[in-house]
Protein backbone atom coordinates (compact mmCIF):
# COMPACT_ATOMS: atom_id res chain seq x y z
CA UNK A 1 0.00 0.00 0.00
CA UNK A 2 1.37 3.29 -0.91
CA UNK A 3 1.65 6.52 1.76
CA UNK A 4 -1.79 7.55 0.65
CA UNK A 5 -3.52 4.30 0.85
CA UNK A 6 -2.37 3.70 4.28
CA UNK A 7 -3.48 6.98 5.50
CA UNK A 8 -6.95 6.50 4.24
CA UNK A 9 -7.49 2.92 5.61
CA UNK A 10 -5.39 4.33 9.06
CA UNK A 11 -8.25 7.02 8.95
CA UNK A 12 -10.76 4.46 9.66
CA UNK A 13 -8.80 2.84 12.13
CA UNK A 14 -7.99 6.17 14.31
CA UNK A 15 -11.43 7.15 14.43
CA UNK A 16 -12.56 3.76 16.11
CA UNK A 17 -9.73 4.31 18.60
CA UNK A 18 -10.88 8.03 19.07
CA UNK A 19 -15.30 6.72 19.92
CA UNK A 20 -13.19 3.50 22.15
CA UNK A 21 -11.28 6.14 24.24
CA UNK A 22 -13.84 8.71 24.39
CA UNK A 23 -16.38 5.86 25.59
CA UNK A 24 -14.26 5.87 28.67
CA UNK A 25 -13.67 9.22 29.50
CA UNK A 26 -16.22 12.06 28.10
CA UNK A 27 -18.19 10.74 31.14
CA UNK A 28 -16.07 11.78 34.32
CA UNK A 29 -16.89 15.46 34.47
CA UNK A 30 -20.56 14.85 33.75
CA UNK A 31 -21.15 11.67 36.03
CA UNK A 32 -22.67 13.64 39.31
CA UNK A 33 -25.22 15.43 37.21
CA UNK A 34 -25.76 11.82 35.27
CA UNK A 35 -26.44 10.51 38.22
CA UNK A 36 -28.31 12.74 39.51
CA UNK A 37 -30.96 13.22 37.12
CA UNK A 38 -31.55 8.90 36.56
CA UNK A 39 -31.99 9.02 40.35
CA UNK A 40 -29.27 6.55 41.38
CA UNK A 41 -27.19 6.29 44.37
CA UNK A 42 -23.35 6.31 45.26
CA UNK A 43 -22.71 2.73 43.53
CA UNK A 44 -24.34 3.56 41.19
CA UNK A 45 -22.17 6.28 40.59
CA UNK A 46 -19.05 4.14 41.06
CA UNK A 47 -20.63 1.08 38.84
CA UNK A 48 -21.21 3.73 35.48
CA UNK A 49 -17.50 3.99 35.61
CA UNK A 50 -16.25 0.75 37.07
CA UNK A 51 -18.86 -1.79 34.28
CA UNK A 52 -16.62 0.11 30.92
CA UNK A 53 -13.45 -0.03 32.09
CA UNK A 54 -14.12 -3.60 33.58
CA UNK A 55 -15.33 -4.69 30.32
CA UNK A 56 -12.61 -2.92 28.02
CA UNK A 57 -9.77 -4.85 30.13
CA UNK A 58 -11.18 -8.17 30.20
CA UNK A 59 -12.37 -8.47 26.46
CA UNK A 60 -9.15 -6.63 25.25
CA UNK A 61 -6.86 -10.11 25.30
CA UNK A 62 -9.82 -12.15 24.13
CA UNK A 63 -10.26 -10.07 20.70
CA UNK A 64 -6.80 -9.87 20.40
CA UNK A 65 -6.06 -13.76 20.31
CA UNK A 66 -9.34 -14.36 18.26
CA UNK A 67 -8.43 -11.61 15.43
CA UNK A 68 -5.19 -14.70 15.23
CA UNK A 69 -7.96 -17.01 14.56
CA UNK A 70 -10.02 -15.52 11.88
CA UNK A 71 -10.90 -12.39 9.72
CA UNK A 72 -9.66 -8.97 11.17
CA UNK A 73 -11.48 -7.16 9.50
CA UNK A 74 -14.96 -8.81 10.01
CA UNK A 75 -13.89 -8.82 13.68
CA UNK A 76 -13.47 -4.57 13.59
CA UNK A 77 -16.27 -4.11 12.20
CA UNK A 78 -18.23 -6.15 14.62
CA UNK A 79 -16.79 -4.28 17.60
CA UNK A 80 -17.56 -1.05 15.96
CA UNK A 81 -20.89 -2.00 15.41
CA UNK A 82 -21.50 -2.80 18.87
CA UNK A 83 -20.18 0.20 20.41
CA UNK A 84 -22.62 2.41 18.20
CA UNK A 85 -25.79 0.44 19.21
CA UNK A 86 -24.25 0.26 22.84
CA UNK A 87 -23.57 4.02 22.76
CA UNK A 88 -27.09 5.30 21.21
CA UNK A 89 -28.85 2.77 24.02
CA UNK A 90 -26.74 4.34 26.85
CA UNK A 91 -28.27 7.99 25.70
CA UNK A 92 -31.78 6.97 25.77
CA UNK A 93 -31.50 5.09 29.40
CA UNK A 94 -34.06 6.25 31.67
CA UNK A 95 -32.22 4.84 34.94
CA UNK A 96 -28.70 3.44 36.26
CA UNK A 97 -29.35 -0.48 35.66
CA UNK A 98 -29.78 0.29 32.39
CA UNK A 99 -27.40 2.53 31.66
CA UNK A 100 -24.84 0.29 33.60
CA UNK A 101 -25.91 -2.37 31.65
CA UNK A 102 -24.87 -0.58 28.03
CA UNK A 103 -21.85 0.61 29.38
CA UNK A 104 -21.19 -3.17 29.58
CA UNK A 105 -21.65 -3.73 26.22
CA UNK A 106 -20.06 -0.19 25.25
CA UNK A 107 -16.93 -1.60 27.33
CA UNK A 108 -16.73 -4.54 24.98
CA UNK A 109 -17.08 -2.92 22.09
CA UNK A 110 -13.73 -0.32 23.26
CA UNK A 111 -12.30 -3.38 23.99
CA UNK A 112 -12.14 -5.02 20.36
CA UNK A 113 -11.67 -1.54 18.88
CA UNK A 114 -8.60 -0.70 21.24
CA UNK A 115 -6.85 -4.49 20.58
CA UNK A 116 -7.80 -4.73 16.83
CA UNK A 117 -6.72 -1.30 15.57
CA UNK A 118 -2.91 -1.86 16.39
CA UNK A 119 -3.07 -5.75 15.16
CA UNK A 120 -4.26 -4.35 11.85
CA UNK A 121 -2.07 -1.74 11.62
CA UNK A 122 0.67 -4.41 11.81
CA UNK A 123 -0.99 -6.19 9.44
CA UNK A 124 -0.38 -3.67 6.75
CA UNK A 125 2.62 -1.60 7.72
CA UNK A 126 5.97 -2.67 8.52
CA UNK A 127 7.64 -1.95 11.71
CA UNK A 128 10.53 0.48 10.29
CA UNK A 129 7.46 2.63 9.02
CA UNK A 130 4.71 2.04 11.64
CA UNK A 131 6.83 4.60 13.64
CA UNK A 132 5.16 7.65 12.51
CA UNK A 133 1.66 6.08 12.22
CA UNK A 134 1.96 4.86 15.82
CA UNK A 135 2.52 8.53 16.48
CA UNK A 136 -1.04 9.26 15.15
CA UNK A 137 -2.57 6.29 17.06
CA UNK A 138 -0.82 7.66 20.44
CA UNK A 139 -1.91 11.15 19.45
CA UNK A 140 -5.50 9.86 19.26
CA UNK A 141 -5.43 8.16 21.95
CA UNK A 142 -4.21 11.10 24.16
CA UNK A 143 -6.40 13.33 22.92
CA UNK A 144 -9.29 10.81 23.94
CA UNK A 145 -7.56 9.95 27.35
CA UNK A 146 -7.24 13.50 28.69
CA UNK A 147 -9.32 15.76 26.18
CA UNK A 148 -12.64 13.59 26.97
CA UNK A 149 -13.14 15.08 30.47
CA UNK A 150 -13.20 18.71 28.70
CA UNK A 151 -15.79 17.44 25.99
CA UNK A 152 -17.66 15.69 28.51
CA UNK A 153 -18.35 19.10 30.87
CA UNK A 154 -19.11 21.50 27.66
CA UNK A 155 -21.48 19.25 26.34
CA UNK A 156 -22.97 18.52 29.80
CA UNK A 157 -23.37 22.78 30.18
CA UNK A 158 -24.47 23.38 26.79
CA UNK A 159 -26.82 20.76 25.42
CA UNK A 160 -27.03 17.95 28.17
CA UNK A 161 -25.80 14.94 29.10
CA UNK A 162 -27.25 12.34 27.14
CA UNK A 163 -24.66 13.83 23.97
CA UNK A 164 -22.19 12.57 26.02
CA UNK A 165 -23.01 9.12 24.74
CA UNK A 166 -24.20 10.36 21.26
CA UNK A 167 -21.30 12.73 20.41
CA UNK A 168 -19.27 9.23 19.70
CA UNK A 169 -21.92 7.76 17.20
CA UNK A 170 -21.40 9.92 13.56
CA UNK A 171 -17.64 9.06 14.07
CA UNK A 172 -18.33 5.66 14.69
CA UNK A 173 -20.62 5.20 11.96
CA UNK A 174 -17.81 7.17 9.65
CA UNK A 175 -15.26 4.85 10.73
CA UNK A 176 -17.04 1.54 9.77
CA UNK A 177 -17.77 3.14 6.32
CA UNK A 178 -14.19 4.20 5.64
CA UNK A 179 -12.79 0.65 6.70
CA UNK A 180 -15.65 -0.82 4.73
CA UNK A 181 -14.50 1.07 1.55
CA UNK A 182 -10.90 1.14 2.14
CA UNK A 183 -9.14 -1.75 4.54
CA UNK A 184 -8.34 -4.50 2.54
CA UNK A 185 -7.11 -7.61 4.24
CA UNK A 186 -6.35 -11.27 2.66
CA UNK A 187 -8.72 -13.79 3.84
CA UNK A 188 -7.65 -16.13 6.81
CA UNK A 189 -7.04 -19.88 5.38
CA UNK A 190 -9.46 -21.80 6.34
CA UNK A 191 -8.86 -24.06 9.18
CA UNK A 192 -10.67 -25.77 12.17
CA UNK A 193 -10.87 -22.65 15.16
CA UNK A 194 -10.18 -23.91 18.29
CA UNK A 195 -11.42 -21.44 21.16
CA UNK A 196 -10.36 -21.59 25.07
CA UNK A 197 -13.46 -21.42 26.20
CA UNK A 198 -12.26 -22.35 29.79
CA UNK A 199 -9.22 -19.90 29.78
CA UNK A 200 -11.17 -17.41 28.44
CA UNK A 201 -13.72 -17.75 31.07
CA UNK A 202 -11.49 -17.81 34.27
CA UNK A 203 -9.23 -15.21 32.49
CA UNK A 204 -12.23 -12.90 32.77
CA UNK A 205 -13.71 -14.55 35.86
CA UNK A 206 -10.41 -13.82 37.57
CA UNK A 207 -9.56 -10.19 36.36
CA UNK A 208 -12.98 -8.95 36.72
CA UNK A 209 -12.48 -10.08 40.25
CA UNK A 210 -9.96 -8.65 40.87
CA UNK A 211 -10.80 -5.24 39.10
CA UNK A 212 -13.98 -4.98 41.35
CA UNK A 213 -11.99 -5.70 44.75
CA UNK A 214 -9.34 -2.49 43.97
CA UNK A 215 -12.37 -0.77 42.60
CA UNK A 216 -14.72 -1.41 45.44
CA UNK A 217 -12.67 -1.79 48.48
CA UNK A 218 -12.25 0.79 50.91
CA UNK A 219 -15.29 2.64 49.57
CA UNK A 220 -18.41 -0.33 49.56
CA UNK A 221 -16.61 -2.69 52.31
CA UNK A 222 -13.69 -2.36 54.42
CA UNK A 223 -9.99 -3.76 53.10
CA UNK A 224 -10.20 -6.20 56.11
CA UNK A 225 -13.48 -6.91 55.64
CA UNK A 226 -14.82 -10.74 55.26
CA UNK A 227 -16.20 -9.54 51.54
CA UNK A 228 -12.82 -8.04 50.87
CA UNK A 229 -11.19 -11.54 51.93
CA UNK A 230 -13.15 -13.61 49.82
CA UNK A 231 -12.99 -11.31 46.79
CA UNK A 232 -8.80 -11.16 47.21
CA UNK A 233 -8.68 -14.73 47.44
CA UNK A 234 -11.67 -15.94 44.80
CA UNK A 235 -9.21 -13.83 42.03
CA UNK A 236 -5.74 -15.51 43.14
CA UNK A 237 -7.65 -18.79 42.78
CA UNK A 238 -8.99 -17.91 39.12
CA UNK A 239 -6.04 -16.69 37.91
CA UNK A 240 -4.25 -19.59 39.22
CA UNK A 241 -6.83 -21.85 37.59
CA UNK A 242 -6.59 -19.72 34.46
CA UNK A 243 -2.49 -19.85 34.38
CA UNK A 244 -3.18 -23.88 34.71
CA UNK A 245 -5.38 -24.32 31.52
CA UNK A 246 -3.65 -21.86 29.16
CA UNK A 247 -0.10 -24.09 29.56
CA UNK A 248 -2.62 -27.02 28.38
CA UNK A 249 -4.54 -25.19 25.85
CA UNK A 250 -3.96 -25.60 22.09
CA UNK A 251 -5.10 -21.99 21.32
CA UNK A 252 -4.41 -20.30 24.90
CA UNK A 253 -6.48 -16.58 24.76
CA UNK A 254 -2.82 -15.41 26.51
CA UNK A 255 -0.09 -17.47 25.00
CA UNK A 256 2.43 -17.94 28.30
CA UNK A 257 5.31 -19.16 25.96
CA UNK A 258 5.31 -15.39 24.82
CA UNK A 259 6.99 -14.61 28.15
CA UNK A 260 10.24 -16.59 27.67
CA UNK A 261 10.62 -13.54 24.67
CA UNK A 262 12.46 -11.15 26.67
CA UNK A 263 11.04 -8.31 24.71
CA UNK A 264 7.63 -9.30 25.27
CA UNK A 265 8.09 -9.86 29.02
CA UNK A 266 10.02 -6.22 29.39
CA UNK A 267 7.88 -4.84 27.78
CA UNK A 268 4.63 -5.83 29.54
CA UNK A 269 6.10 -4.51 33.36
CA UNK A 270 7.21 -1.62 31.65
CA UNK A 271 3.76 -1.01 30.43
CA UNK A 272 2.04 -1.54 33.93
CA UNK A 273 3.56 1.48 35.06
CA UNK A 274 3.07 3.79 32.12
CA UNK A 275 -0.80 2.52 32.21
CA UNK A 276 -0.37 4.34 36.01
CA UNK A 277 0.77 7.60 34.65
CA UNK A 278 -1.41 7.71 31.80
CA UNK A 279 -4.44 6.65 33.47
CA UNK A 280 -3.75 8.22 36.97
CA UNK A 281 -3.04 11.45 35.78
CA UNK A 282 -6.16 12.22 33.86
CA UNK A 283 -8.34 11.23 36.72
CA UNK A 284 -5.89 12.99 39.69
CA UNK A 285 -5.17 16.15 37.52
CA UNK A 286 -8.86 16.80 37.16
CA UNK A 287 -9.36 16.62 40.99
CA UNK A 288 -6.17 18.55 41.45
CA UNK A 289 -7.75 21.58 39.27
CA UNK A 290 -11.55 21.50 40.73
CA UNK A 291 -10.83 20.77 44.66
CA UNK A 292 -6.97 22.54 45.04
CA UNK A 293 -7.23 24.95 42.49
CA UNK A 294 -11.49 25.92 42.69
CA UNK A 295 -11.87 25.37 39.19
CA UNK A 296 -15.31 24.37 36.78
CA UNK A 297 -14.98 20.51 35.09
CA UNK A 298 -15.01 22.63 31.88
CA UNK A 299 -12.05 25.00 33.09
CA UNK A 300 -10.30 22.31 34.77
CA UNK A 301 -10.10 19.93 31.25
CA UNK A 302 -8.62 23.46 29.51
CA UNK A 303 -5.92 23.66 32.13
CA UNK A 304 -4.73 19.97 31.90
CA UNK A 305 -4.11 21.12 27.65
CA UNK A 306 0.12 21.26 28.51
CA UNK A 307 -0.28 17.70 29.05
CA UNK A 308 -2.27 17.06 26.20
CA UNK A 309 -0.34 18.91 23.63
CA UNK A 310 3.04 17.28 25.31
CA UNK A 311 1.21 13.72 24.25
CA UNK A 312 0.51 15.13 21.16
CA UNK A 313 4.10 16.23 20.11
CA UNK A 314 6.25 14.09 21.27
CA UNK A 315 4.29 10.47 20.16
CA UNK A 316 4.44 12.26 16.37
CA UNK A 317 7.93 13.35 16.19
CA UNK A 318 9.15 10.13 18.02
CA UNK A 319 7.40 8.28 15.63
CA UNK A 320 8.65 10.34 12.66
CA UNK A 321 12.34 9.92 13.88
CA UNK A 322 11.99 6.12 14.93
CA UNK A 323 10.67 5.34 10.83
CA UNK A 324 13.53 7.89 9.43
CA UNK A 325 16.23 6.40 11.17
CA UNK A 326 15.39 3.09 12.52
CA UNK A 327 16.37 4.05 15.79
CA UNK A 328 13.96 3.26 18.54
CA UNK A 329 15.26 2.49 22.05
CA UNK A 330 17.49 6.36 22.31
CA UNK A 331 13.50 7.93 22.24
CA UNK A 332 12.14 5.64 24.66
CA UNK A 333 14.68 5.62 27.42
CA UNK A 334 14.39 9.58 26.90
CA UNK A 335 10.83 9.96 27.57
CA UNK A 336 10.72 7.01 30.24
CA UNK A 337 13.30 9.40 32.16
CA UNK A 338 11.08 12.38 31.39
CA UNK A 339 8.11 11.08 32.72
CA UNK A 340 9.53 9.78 35.91
CA UNK A 341 10.98 13.39 36.22
CA UNK A 342 7.50 14.74 35.20
CA UNK A 343 5.89 12.71 38.39
CA UNK A 344 8.93 13.13 40.92
CA UNK A 345 8.09 17.40 40.40
CA UNK A 346 4.34 16.97 40.22
CA UNK A 347 5.24 15.44 43.76
CA UNK A 348 5.99 18.99 44.85
CA UNK A 349 2.90 21.24 43.84
CA UNK A 350 1.21 22.83 46.53
CA UNK A 351 -2.55 24.16 45.80
CA UNK A 352 -1.00 28.27 45.46
CA UNK A 353 1.96 26.80 42.57
CA UNK A 354 2.45 29.30 40.02
CA UNK A 355 0.48 27.49 37.13
CA UNK A 356 3.08 28.25 34.53
CA UNK A 357 5.23 25.80 36.92
CA UNK A 358 2.87 23.32 37.14
CA UNK A 359 1.92 23.56 33.09
CA UNK A 360 5.76 22.86 32.53
CA UNK A 361 5.69 19.21 34.77
CA UNK A 362 2.41 18.27 32.74
CA UNK A 363 4.20 18.71 29.73
CA UNK A 364 6.68 16.86 30.36
CA UNK A 365 4.65 14.00 31.94
CA UNK A 366 2.99 14.34 28.49
CA UNK A 367 6.17 14.24 26.56
CA UNK A 368 7.49 11.11 28.28
CA UNK A 369 3.82 9.13 27.35
CA UNK A 370 3.81 10.13 23.91
CA UNK A 371 7.18 8.78 23.42
CA UNK A 372 6.91 5.15 25.07
CA UNK A 373 3.39 4.12 25.38
CA UNK A 374 2.52 2.89 21.95
CA UNK A 375 6.23 1.95 20.88
CA UNK A 376 5.86 -0.55 23.82
CA UNK A 377 3.39 -2.02 21.21
CA UNK A 378 5.84 -1.68 18.39
CA UNK A 379 8.72 -3.37 19.99
CA UNK A 380 6.43 -6.43 20.57
CA UNK A 381 5.12 -6.59 17.36
CA UNK A 382 8.22 -6.52 15.85
CA UNK A 383 9.53 -9.13 17.99
CA UNK A 384 7.53 -11.78 18.01
CA UNK A 385 6.23 -14.42 15.77
CA UNK A 386 3.30 -13.43 13.16
CA UNK A 387 0.99 -16.03 14.13
CA UNK A 388 0.49 -14.51 17.79
CA UNK A 389 0.99 -10.72 16.41
CA UNK A 390 -2.46 -10.43 17.95
CA UNK A 391 -2.33 -11.75 21.17
CA UNK A 392 1.00 -10.44 21.41
CA UNK A 393 -0.36 -6.49 21.18
CA UNK A 394 -3.74 -7.20 22.92
CA UNK A 395 -2.11 -8.69 25.79
CA UNK A 396 0.49 -5.36 26.19
CA UNK A 397 -2.85 -3.36 26.29
CA UNK A 398 -4.05 -5.42 28.40
CA UNK A 399 -1.56 -5.25 30.87
CA UNK A 400 -1.22 -1.58 30.53
CA UNK A 401 -5.21 -1.21 31.26
CA UNK A 402 -4.89 -3.58 34.19
CA UNK A 403 -1.88 -1.71 35.71
CA UNK A 404 -3.79 1.65 35.28
CA UNK A 405 -7.03 0.48 36.81
CA UNK A 406 -5.09 -0.98 39.54
CA UNK A 407 -3.10 1.62 40.52
CA UNK A 408 -5.62 4.18 40.33
CA UNK A 409 -8.00 2.60 42.66
CA UNK A 410 -5.20 2.04 45.19
CA UNK A 411 -3.67 5.78 44.35
CA UNK A 412 -7.58 6.92 44.70
CA UNK A 413 -7.69 5.27 48.26
CA UNK A 414 -4.53 7.07 49.34
CA UNK A 415 -5.97 10.48 48.33
CA UNK A 416 -8.88 9.97 50.16
CA UNK A 417 -7.09 8.86 53.60
CA UNK A 418 -4.46 11.44 53.01
CA UNK A 419 -7.35 14.01 51.95
CA UNK A 420 -9.38 13.33 55.23
CA UNK A 421 -6.37 13.82 57.48
CA UNK A 422 -4.84 17.08 56.21
CA UNK A 423 -7.99 18.24 56.29
CA UNK A 424 -8.56 17.60 59.98
CA UNK A 425 -5.39 18.31 60.80
CA UNK A 426 -5.97 22.01 59.13
CA UNK A 427 -9.46 22.23 60.29
CA UNK A 428 -8.16 21.45 64.30
CA UNK A 429 -5.22 23.89 64.05
CA UNK A 430 -7.81 26.59 63.26
CA UNK A 431 -10.05 25.65 66.08
CA UNK A 432 -12.94 24.36 63.93
CA UNK A 433 -14.87 21.21 64.48
CA UNK A 434 -14.00 19.01 61.11
CA UNK A 435 -18.28 18.16 61.39
CA UNK A 436 -18.86 22.13 60.16
CA UNK A 437 -18.34 20.59 56.78
CA UNK A 438 -21.88 19.19 56.52
CA UNK A 439 -22.74 15.20 56.76
CA UNK A 440 -19.72 13.53 56.42
CA UNK A 441 -17.15 15.92 57.94
CA UNK A 442 -13.90 15.35 56.27
CA UNK A 443 -14.57 12.03 54.34
CA UNK A 444 -16.83 13.66 52.14
CA UNK A 445 -15.99 15.79 49.06
CA UNK A 446 -17.50 19.45 49.51
CA UNK A 447 -19.05 21.65 47.35
CA UNK A 448 -16.73 24.73 47.69
CA UNK A 449 -18.51 27.08 46.73
CA UNK A 450 -20.58 27.02 49.96
CA UNK A 451 -17.86 26.60 52.00
CA UNK A 452 -16.64 30.05 54.07
CA UNK A 453 -13.12 31.40 52.22
CA UNK A 454 -10.36 30.41 55.10
CA UNK A 455 -11.84 26.29 55.32
CA UNK A 456 -12.11 26.58 51.43
CA UNK A 457 -8.81 27.35 51.65
CA UNK A 458 -7.87 24.38 53.85
CA UNK A 459 -9.24 22.68 51.93
CA UNK A 460 -7.74 23.41 48.90
CA UNK A 461 -4.00 22.89 50.36
CA UNK A 462 -4.96 19.64 51.30
CA UNK A 463 -6.40 18.80 48.57
CA UNK A 464 -2.78 19.98 46.77
CA UNK A 465 -0.80 18.18 49.25
CA UNK A 466 -2.90 14.63 48.62
CA UNK A 467 -2.71 15.05 45.21
CA UNK A 468 1.05 16.11 45.17
CA UNK A 469 1.56 12.48 47.41
CA UNK A 470 -0.61 10.54 44.92
CA UNK A 471 2.20 11.14 42.20
CA UNK A 472 5.03 10.75 44.53
CA UNK A 473 3.48 7.14 44.64
CA UNK A 474 3.65 7.00 41.05
CA UNK A 475 6.86 8.21 40.42
CA UNK A 476 8.74 5.24 41.55
CA UNK A 477 6.99 3.10 38.91
CA UNK A 478 7.93 4.82 36.18
CA UNK A 479 11.68 4.43 37.37
CA UNK A 480 10.66 0.88 37.08
CA UNK A 481 9.66 1.99 33.04
CA UNK A 482 13.23 3.16 32.54
CA UNK A 483 15.00 -0.28 33.76
CA UNK A 484 12.91 -2.38 32.18
CA UNK A 485 13.01 -0.15 28.62
CA UNK A 486 17.02 -0.26 29.01
CA UNK A 487 16.70 -4.17 29.17
CA UNK A 488 14.79 -4.09 25.85
CA UNK A 489 16.67 -5.87 23.40
CA UNK A 490 17.55 -3.37 20.72
CA UNK A 491 16.02 -5.28 18.09
CA UNK A 492 16.36 -3.62 14.33
CA UNK A 493 12.78 -2.62 12.73
CA UNK A 494 11.76 -4.96 10.10
CA UNK A 495 10.75 -3.91 6.84
CA UNK A 496 8.12 -6.32 5.95
CA UNK A 497 4.04 -5.85 6.74
CA UNK A 498 2.31 -8.38 8.54
CA UNK A 499 0.80 -9.83 5.17
CA UNK A 500 4.08 -10.16 3.56
CA UNK A 501 5.99 -12.07 7.08
CA UNK A 502 3.26 -14.32 6.90
CA UNK A 503 3.96 -14.96 2.83
CA UNK A 504 7.78 -15.51 3.79
CA UNK A 505 7.17 -17.98 6.95
CA UNK A 506 6.78 -20.18 4.05
CA UNK A 507 4.05 -22.06 5.79
CA UNK A 508 0.54 -22.69 3.75
CA UNK A 509 -1.60 -19.64 5.46
CA UNK A 510 1.34 -17.36 4.80
CA UNK A 511 1.59 -18.12 0.93
CA UNK A 512 -2.45 -18.02 0.63
CA UNK A 513 -2.38 -14.82 2.16
CA UNK A 514 -0.27 -13.58 -0.34
CA UNK A 515 -2.31 -14.94 -3.23
CA UNK A 516 -5.27 -13.45 -2.08
CA UNK A 517 -3.76 -10.36 -1.09
CA UNK A 518 -2.08 -9.56 -4.45
CA UNK A 519 -5.48 -11.29 -5.98
CA UNK A 520 -7.43 -8.18 -4.01
CA UNK A 521 -5.57 -5.48 -4.56
CA UNK A 522 -5.69 -6.21 -8.59
CA UNK A 523 -8.60 -3.79 -10.33
CA UNK A 524 -11.80 -4.28 -9.72
CA UNK A 525 -12.50 -4.81 -13.33
CA UNK A 526 -9.69 -7.01 -13.73
CA UNK A 527 -10.89 -10.36 -15.76
CA UNK A 528 -10.63 -13.14 -14.13
CA UNK A 529 -7.12 -14.25 -15.96
CA UNK A 530 -5.54 -11.62 -14.84
CA UNK A 531 -6.86 -11.82 -11.30
CA UNK A 532 -5.91 -15.38 -11.04
CA UNK A 533 -2.37 -13.79 -12.52
CA UNK A 534 -1.97 -11.41 -9.50
CA UNK A 535 -2.91 -14.14 -6.93
CA UNK A 536 -0.15 -16.74 -8.33
CA UNK A 537 2.35 -14.17 -8.73
CA UNK A 538 1.38 -13.58 -4.39
CA UNK A 539 2.73 -17.31 -4.04
CA UNK A 540 5.97 -16.83 -5.46
CA UNK A 541 8.42 -15.54 -2.55
CA UNK A 542 7.38 -18.03 -0.41
CA UNK A 543 8.93 -20.81 -2.16
CA UNK A 544 12.16 -19.19 -2.73
CA UNK A 545 14.32 -20.81 0.21
CA UNK A 546 12.60 -24.26 -0.43
CA UNK A 547 15.07 -27.17 -1.36
CA UNK A 548 14.56 -29.18 -4.48
CA UNK A 549 14.73 -33.28 -4.32
CA UNK A 550 15.58 -35.36 -7.22
CA UNK A 551 14.40 -38.21 -7.82
CA UNK A 552 17.82 -40.12 -6.96
CA UNK A 553 16.76 -38.56 -3.09
CA UNK A 554 19.38 -36.11 -3.77
CA UNK A 555 18.88 -32.72 -2.50
CA UNK A 556 19.71 -29.38 -4.18
CA UNK A 557 19.39 -25.35 -3.68
CA UNK A 558 15.94 -24.60 -4.54
CA UNK A 559 15.60 -22.42 -7.72
CA UNK A 560 15.13 -18.92 -7.11
CA UNK A 561 12.04 -16.92 -7.88
CA UNK A 562 11.46 -14.39 -10.49
CA UNK A 563 10.70 -12.23 -7.90
CA UNK A 564 13.30 -12.44 -5.66
CA UNK A 565 16.17 -12.78 -7.94
CA UNK A 566 19.00 -10.83 -7.10
CA UNK A 567 21.50 -9.41 -10.04
CA UNK A 568 24.08 -11.81 -9.85
CA UNK A 569 21.67 -14.37 -10.75
CA UNK A 570 19.88 -13.63 -13.68
CA UNK A 571 16.34 -15.41 -14.05
CA UNK A 572 16.72 -18.61 -16.23
CA UNK A 573 13.39 -17.84 -18.71
CA UNK A 574 13.07 -21.60 -20.57
CA UNK A 575 11.82 -19.58 -23.34
CA UNK A 576 15.94 -18.71 -24.02
CA UNK A 577 17.29 -21.48 -22.65
CA UNK A 578 18.91 -24.05 -25.54
CA UNK A 579 18.52 -27.68 -25.00
CA UNK A 580 21.34 -28.42 -23.71
CA UNK A 581 19.87 -31.01 -21.04
CA UNK A 582 16.58 -32.66 -21.67
CA UNK A 583 14.94 -31.28 -18.58
CA UNK A 584 15.67 -28.20 -20.01
CA UNK A 585 13.76 -29.20 -23.37
CA UNK A 586 10.97 -30.69 -21.27
CA UNK A 587 10.64 -27.40 -19.21
CA UNK A 588 10.47 -25.18 -22.41
CA UNK A 589 7.87 -27.14 -24.05
CA UNK A 590 5.66 -27.28 -20.59
CA UNK A 591 5.87 -23.48 -19.89
CA UNK A 592 5.35 -22.92 -24.25
CA UNK A 593 1.73 -25.23 -23.46
CA UNK A 594 1.11 -23.36 -20.01
CA UNK A 595 1.60 -19.95 -20.89
CA UNK A 596 -0.11 -20.24 -24.25
CA UNK A 597 -3.29 -21.34 -22.92
CA UNK A 598 -3.49 -19.74 -19.61
CA UNK A 599 -1.21 -16.69 -19.08
CA UNK A 600 0.19 -17.66 -15.97
CA UNK A 601 3.67 -17.08 -16.57
CA UNK A 602 5.06 -16.93 -13.21
CA UNK A 603 3.96 -20.13 -11.52
CA UNK A 604 5.29 -21.55 -15.41
CA UNK A 605 8.50 -20.06 -14.96
CA UNK A 606 9.19 -21.27 -11.13
CA UNK A 607 8.39 -24.57 -12.21
CA UNK A 608 10.36 -24.92 -15.62
CA UNK A 609 13.36 -23.10 -14.25
CA UNK A 610 13.56 -25.58 -11.14
CA UNK A 611 13.08 -28.82 -13.81
CA UNK A 612 15.97 -26.77 -15.49
CA UNK A 613 18.04 -27.63 -12.44
CA UNK A 614 17.40 -30.95 -11.45
CA UNK A 615 20.62 -32.47 -12.00
CA UNK A 616 20.26 -33.76 -16.19
CA UNK A 617 18.02 -35.94 -16.60
CA UNK A 618 13.97 -35.41 -18.10
CA UNK A 619 11.30 -34.58 -14.96
CA UNK A 620 8.05 -35.47 -16.21
CA UNK A 621 5.08 -33.76 -14.80
CA UNK A 622 4.29 -36.75 -12.77
CA UNK A 623 8.16 -36.61 -11.26
CA UNK A 624 7.61 -33.22 -10.04
CA UNK A 625 3.94 -33.44 -8.85
CA UNK A 626 5.89 -35.53 -6.16
CA UNK A 627 8.36 -33.35 -5.46
CA UNK A 628 7.06 -31.27 -2.02
CA UNK A 629 8.31 -28.24 -3.61
CA UNK A 630 6.57 -28.12 -6.67
CA UNK A 631 3.18 -30.49 -5.92
CA UNK A 632 1.53 -27.14 -4.46
CA UNK A 633 2.64 -25.07 -7.47
CA UNK A 634 1.52 -27.92 -9.65
CA UNK A 635 -1.77 -27.77 -8.50
CA UNK A 636 -2.06 -24.26 -8.85
CA UNK A 637 -1.25 -23.76 -12.00
CA UNK A 638 -3.95 -26.39 -12.93
CA UNK A 639 -6.26 -23.68 -10.81
CA UNK A 640 -5.34 -21.42 -12.65
CA UNK A 641 -5.60 -22.58 -15.80
CA UNK A 642 -9.20 -23.43 -14.85
CA UNK A 643 -9.84 -20.12 -13.86
Known amino acids: MSHREVLTALSGLLMGMLVAILSSTVVSTSLPRIVSDLNGSQTSYTWVITATLLATTVSTPLWGKFSDLTNRKVLLQVALVLFVLASVAAGFSQNTATLITFRVFQGLGAGGLTALVQVVMSDIISPRERGRYMGYLGAVMSVGTIGGPLLGGVLTDSIGWRWNFFVGVPVGVAALIVIQRTLHLPPKPKKAVVVDYWGAGLIAGGVSLLLVWVSLGGKQFEWASTTSWLMGVGAAVLLALAVVVEFRSKEPIIPLTLFKNRTFTFAVVA ?78 IEYDTNFAIVSVFMAMMGLGIGMVMQNLVLVVQNSVDVSVVGAASSSVAFFRSLGGTIGVSVMGAVLGTKVSGYITDGLTDAGVDPSALGSGGSTSIPDLSTVPGPIRTIIESAYGQGVADVFLIAAPLAVITIVFVCLLPNVELGTKTGIQRAAASGDGSGAGAAGAGAAAAAPDDASAVEKGVAATAGLAPSVSSAPATTTDGASTPAPTSPVDQGDDEPVVDPADTKADTPAAATAAGRRHHSHATTGTGTIDTIIATGAAEVAGHPVSDDELAESPVFSSLVEEKDVAADR
Open 271 to 348: SLSVGVAMFGTSVFLGQYMQLARGQSPTMAGILTLPMVLGLLISSMVAGALISKYGKWKPYMIVGSILLAAGLFLMST
